[in-house]
């Protein structure tokens, strides 16, 4: 009993936010499980329990495969997403890490996109990624021709195969500084008696960044590839922003968006629920194994 | 790499980054006949202000209402990231790490997954639609990133004997954290507020679900303005630099911080 007059404050504290995402987080994903196993197709309401049908739905019978189509969308859009971004803000954080002159300022320009949100950047990446070619060629096609890179001239998201990889541009174009900024602060958290005893060693440039420095940033690099992955599943403002809701760069979110606009909630709720466990597969075991290394610390 | 390479790396990627910024700002002093796609890079032939002024009527009430929007959501959520932090490193109870997890967890769940009885469940509580209804979403939702970032900080910044030494001298949860531990939380509010005022003066799909365009933030008015058929590009330009306007400005005056609140999205500091 005095154990719990110790702590017990501390939870009663804690316990409104417990019961607010009790609620609002693992309550209204049953809820959504709920839905996604009914038959609520209209605004009318549901008649009953449906099983996975609405799962066999999306994955076997879907008109135009157009669930799989969106899951393929997201899966070339992440990749590109998530390689572009990661290679990016290593290089410049690489650059940056022992210190150049004018540092302050290629770090708040790299990082500024950062701040604007994907609606407000959309709104000129749209223009940038204008499909025109060749002599009415505006955005980055008129760059590319300005630079007699002609051959770079491509139809950006309008491409029916490769369109999602252009679409990630713009996502690269605002992650890649965040990265950097987790990379250089992992870079700066390494102590100079490391590298210098690396130097003593006699190891050479190439060695001392293979052996030494890369090895540490591992844990900054697994942080790095979670909250962009994680960003990447949700991406949503981005693709509403840039071209709209429309077939070629449809993915699951914003099929989520186009099933609720149909008020066809059982299915909105199944590729809701599809799209959480795309996340939990990664985010679980990350949180698990963080909340492991923490207690052995 | 020797120092020539090195900055003419960067320049380029400087000018690359920067390349956006530039099309937005040229464009949105162009007149309506002086924008054509091939003409894109060519700074404006006229210097007109007569986008900002139709971009500023049209964004006006939303942006004043996104205000109303963002402040309280930061307020809010770091006081209630605050006292969970404090509780979760420096009055820990029995499974503490366990009920961590599982309130981090809500971090990364795509809202799409709780987006459609959340609708309803505002609804049936009789919260008042738009502002109001999200600034409830922002700040449940926010409460994981901001509970991480305040038990971050007091685990790496307040002395457990500190805590201790109060506790000893007979001062209860509350009075300890209200006098002794939040006149040290300035840097961790710091860059909770910076992280929330940012995500919910940014969002756009808890808008879009929970609110319209008449009673909605700027990024609902700025795609009606943006993304309609026939779009005004000079006007949707200068409102979406409108829209930018206040997010850069914290990012300039608080760049710093703002690095930090970055820093701790990642779940281990």
């Known amino acids: ?297 | 790499m020797t120092r020539i390479p090195r900055y003419t790396v960067l320049l380029l990627f400087l000018i690359v980054v920067l390349m956006p910024a530039y099309v937005l700002v040229v464009t949105s002093f162009k007149a309506g006949s002086d924008i054509g796609v091939t003409s894109q890079w060519n700074l404006p032939s006229t210097w007109t202000t007569a986008s900002w002024e139709k971009a500023w009527t049209a964004l006006r009430p939303s942006f004043l209402r996104t205000f109303q929007l963002a402040i309280p959501v930061a307020v809010i959520s770091s006081l209630i990231g605050a006292a969970n932090g404090f509780v979760l490193s420096r009055w820990r109870f029995p499974g503490a790490d366990v009920v961590f997890t599982l309130i981090l967890f809500g971090m990364f769940i795509p809202y799409q997954a709780v987006m459609i009885p959340l609708r309803d469940i505002v609804l049936t509580l009789g919260v008042p639609p738009g502002i109001p209804t999200l600034v409830l979403a922002h700040c449940v939702y926010g409460i994981p990133i901001c509970t991480l970032i305040f038990r971050n900080y007091y685990a790496t910044t307040v002395p457990e004997d500190l805590v201790e030494a109060a506790r000893v001298d007979g001062a209860g949860l509350l009075r300890t954290f209200t006098r002794i531990i939040l006149p040290i939380s300035g840097p961790g509010f710091v860059v909770t507020v910076i992280w929330q005022f940012t995500s919910a003066w940014n969002d756009y799909l808890f808008a879009i679900f929970l609110s319209n365009t008449r009673n909605g933030p700027i990024t609902i008015a700025l795609n009606a303005l943006a993304g309609a058929q026939s779009p005004d590009y000079a006007a949707s330009m200068a409102g979406a630099l409108i829209t930018s306007l206040p997010t850069l400005l914290v990012y300039v005056l608080l760049g710093r911080w703002f690095i930090g609140g970055l820093m701790a999205g990642s779940v281990k500091s």
């Open chain 1, 1 to 297: 009993m005095r154990r719990f007059r110790h702590w017990g404050p501390g939870l009663i504290l804690l316990g409104p936010s417990l019961i607010l995402l009790a609620i609002f987080v693992y309550g209204l994903i049953a809820w959504t499980i709920k839905v996604s196993v009914s038959d609520e197709h209209t605004a009318l309401g549901s008649k009953g329990f449906v099983g996975l049908d609405n799962y066999t739905y999306l994955f076997t019978e879907d008109i135009n495969d157009r669930f799989l189509h969106s899951l393929k969308n997201l899966l070339i859009f992440t990749v590109v997403f998530i390689a572009g971004a990661m290679l990016l803000g290593l290089l410049w954080a690489y650059l940056l890490e022992r210190g150049v002159r004018g540092e302050g300022l290629f770090r708040t320009v790299y990082l500024f996109p950062m701040a604007v949100s994907f609606i407000a950047s959309g709104v000129v990446w749209r223009w940038l990624m204008n499909p025109n070619q060749g002599e009415n060629a505006g955005g980055l096609n008129a760059v590319f021709g300005g630079l007699h890179l002609d051959f770079l001239q491509n139809p950006w998201w309008t491409d029916p195969d490769w369109g999602m990889a252009a679409m990630a541009v713009p996502a690269v174009w605002q992650l890649s500084g965040y990265v950097m900024a987790l990379f250089l602060a992992g870079f700066r958290g390494i102590s100079a008696e490391l590298r210098e005893a690396a130097a003593m060693d006699g190891a050479s440039t190439y060695r001392l960044y293979r052996n030494v420095i890369f090895p540490q940033l591992t844990p900054v690099a697994l942080s790095a590839l979670i909250i962009l992955g994680h960003m990447s599943m949700k991406m949503f403002d981005l693709i509403m922003s840039v071209s709209g809701p429309q077939w070629l760069t449809e993915v699951p979110a914003v099929y989520v968006w186009q099933a609720l606009l149909t008020s066809d909630y059982a299915k909105a709720a199944a590729i809701s629920v599809v799209l959480l466990l795309l996340v939990a597969v990664v985010i679980v075991p990350y949180l698990v194994w963080t909340q492991r290394t923490e207690k052995t610390r």
